[in-house]
């Protein structure tokens, strides 16, 4: 459920307490005419992130894959350790996969903390902490 709840909180009277100092167990209760608050129903993690996350979960699963199969029909097949070059070649494109994923989430994240270092029209004045 969606709802937004205020509550109060009361002592348990059943639970006994036989030093004073010792912390009470509490029931929280809904508060009868509690604040009237609108609901956010905006996603948790924003749309371009899913949809950055699931790209490079199909990359992991169909980059590695391929290459596998790749090398042991068309470009090896003919050698006895095939499998062994093929199955290396695919750990080290789920390597370059996740290498990329990294890079992408750290470019991201310096992104995100550099904006609001300037507000937009403001330039060098806007910054915190920076005397001229």
């Known amino acids: ?4 709840r205020t509550y109060q909180s009361t002592t348990d009277p059943s639970s006994p307490t036989t030093d004073s100092s010792a912390p009470t167990d509490r029931i929280l209760t809904p508060t009868p005419g509690g604040p009237s608050v609108p609901s956010n129903t905006s996603p948790a993690v924003p749309t371009h992130i899913i949809v950055k996350l699931l790209t490079f979960t199909a990359l992991m699963i169909t980059g590695p894959l ?3 199969f790749f ?3 068309y470009v090896l097949s003919e050698s006895k350790t095939s499998s062994t070059w093929a199955g290396a ?5 789920a390597n370059v996969v996740l290498i990329g994923y990294i890079i992408v989430a750290v470019r ?3 992104g995100e903390q550099a904006a609001p270092a300037t507000a937009p029209g403001q330039g060098k004045k806007g910054r915190v902490g920076k005397i001229e």
């Open 1 to 4: 459920m969606s709802t937004r």
């Open 66 to 68: 391929s290459v596998y």
């Open 71 to 73: 090398l042991t029909s």
């Open 89 to 93: 070649a695919a750990a080290i494109t």
């Open 108 to 110: 991201e994240d310096q």
